[in-house]
């Protein structure tokens, strides 16, 4: 997610799931080739398994891309059809390239050919007043031939004028069983379904239906979330970390990057909602957002959040009953 999932983000999260895929914010083939690469494209081992998600709608460009994403250890290059912003369409890619099947097969194909690592698409259901599943349907046929296995659908329509992309995230209707459908149709392709999921029992529920599901903003705004996600959809049986023992695991990565010139703030902002809905959580949000972005602001500040996040879930009166 733009300006959320980069680098540090995504090895916050990684502390509390080791088996979730992620997702590198979307970066336009631009920045890659005439950018600097290195800045878009670096990431910390720790992360894997991640997939580096593109922009872009010409073939070579997007081969090209591939190619290097590839060389810097991806696991997965993953092509924006989803986004609805007036600058990427623009740039003619996002979500209106679901309207051009025959492109996205022919830069998929591209990607596949040069970079030796799956090539996957994300998209929405439809496109403004595209028929419904008949259109998803075609999409994805002419898509798959070109050799993708696998489809990450918000199970949305994209409005590509009148809409902002806040609007685009939260007003067309979900539409869950079009996605089911597509699974019923395509058993030989991986689809995963993603948009307003808010809890692993609701994942639980779609994964009867599908092969994956995808968090966004839930997976964001409260992250912790993510510390039962190992147990309980990968039966994998490791205790998780607790949300102190998660943030003191950070440690030696703030320091590296403080040492490297990142600003505390940078690392901290993503860190606000790992106390949600817990004693205590509000002093931590409030600490860090007060005290992180201050000059020099180091270490000390995260545990003194985490000191004041306890002393203020101490005051809590308990109720006893008797
Ligand atoms: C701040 C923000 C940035 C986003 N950026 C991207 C992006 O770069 N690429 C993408 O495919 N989707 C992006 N999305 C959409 C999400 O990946 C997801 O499809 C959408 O929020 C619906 O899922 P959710 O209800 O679980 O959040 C973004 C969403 C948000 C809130």
Known sequence: MMDWTDRHCRYFLRRLSRHTRLYTEMVNTGAILRGDAQRHLR???????????????????????????????????????????????????????????????????AMRAVCGIPVTVKCRIGIDDSEDYVFLRSFVETVAAAGCEVFVVHARKAWLSGLSPKENREIPPLRYEQVYRLKQEFPQLQIAINGGIRTLEDCAKHLLHVDGVMLGREAYENPYLLAQVDR????????????????LGLRPY?????????????????????????????????????????????????????????????????????
């Not at 922009?55 to 092509?79: H, K, T, V, W």
């Not at 912003?85 to 998929?108: I, K, T, W, Y």
């Not at 949600?276 to 931590?284: L, Y």
């Open 43 to 109: 990431f910390d081992a720790a992360e894997h398994p991640l997939a580096l998600q593109l922009g872009g709608s010409e073939a070579q460009a997007l081969a090209r891309s591939a190619a290097i994403g590839a060389g810097f250890g991806y696991d997965e290059i993953n092509l924006n059809c989803g986004c609805p912003s007036d600058r990427v369409q623009e740039g003619r890619f996002g979500a209106c390239l679901m309207g051009e099947p025959q492109r996205v097969a022919a830069a998929v194909s």
């Open 254 to 322: 703030v320091e590296q990057e403080l040492a490297a010139g990142t600003a505390l703030g940078q690392i901290t902002r993503h860190l606000l909602g790992l106390f949600k809905g817990q004693p205590g959580g509000r002093a931590f949000r409030r600490h860090l957002s007060e005290h992180a972005h201050r000059r020099n602001a180091a270490w000390p500040v995260i545990e003194d959040a985490l000191a004041l996040t306890a002393s203020r879930a101490a005051e809590r009166p308990t109720l006893v009953l008797a």
């Open 232 to 247: 309980q959809l990968f039966g994998d049986t490791h205790t998780p970390p607790n949300r102190e023992e998660v943030v």
